[in-house]
């Protein structure tokens, strides 16, 4: 099971892109809101989350956590105990943590990246702090996955498939979308 972590202000097509391309590949995947269980993007488009952050409950069934980006979503995100926990949790148990667009500076800022290949969206690198960064559009470097922002959300989508599930699942959801 993945964690996808929304809250106000974040970037729609970035969570919604890997989203979709883990239930093509039959991920169950569970939006929580941190900002409430109806949580509205950087487009002014509002979802409703299937939980909120207080009830996420992390235990053994976690695969990854997905962290979207966006502002002021990202900022959202940093300042939730919650989410802090849920990356903590993921890293201890050596699951997947996610993160697009502003989002890997989160990871950045908790000392995460350093000495791993990672990317942002172009402005954020320096908040990657010790990271490897080298014009990477998408970084996968161990149990951390990270993309530069909305224009790669479906590369990244299926980097978490391939991560999670398989390459040939990956490619065989890439060729049905007709993806380059």
């Known amino acids: 099971m993945v964690y996808c972590f929304l809250a106000d202000g974040f970037e729609e097509l970035e969570a919604i892109a890997p989203i979709d391309m883990l239930k ?6 569970v939006t929580a809101g941190v ?3 109806n949580v509205t993007g950087s487009h002014g488009i509002t979802f409703v989350a299937d ?4 009830e996420v409950a992390l235990t053994d069934e976690l695969e990854a956590v997905i962290l979207p980006g966006g502002m ?5 995100l940093e300042k939730s105990s919650i989410v802090q926990k849920a990356i ?5 148990k050596e699951k997947y943590v996610c993160a697009i667009c502003a989002a890997p500076s989160i990871l950045g800022h908790k000392g995460l990246l350093k000495g791993k290949k990672a990317t942002a969206f172009p402005g954020f690198e320096e908040d990657l702090e ?16 990270t993309a530069r922002g909305a224009g790669v959300a479906t590369e990244f989508g299926l980097e978490i498939v391939s ?18």
């Open 51 to 54: 939980v909120t952050a207080e």
């Open 35 to 37: 900002t409430g269980k």
């Open 88 to 92: 903590d949790y993921a890293v201890s």
């Open 163 to 180: 991560a999670l599930v398989s390459a040939e699942k990956s490619a065989e959801i890439k060729a049905t979308i007709q993806s380059r």
């Open 130 to 145: 010790g990271a490897i960064t080298d014009n990477y559009f998408v970084a996968h470097d161990g149990r951390f996955i």
């Open 24 to 29: 093509r590949a039959g991920v169950e995947v």
């Open 72 to 76: 002021p979503g990202t900022l959202n």
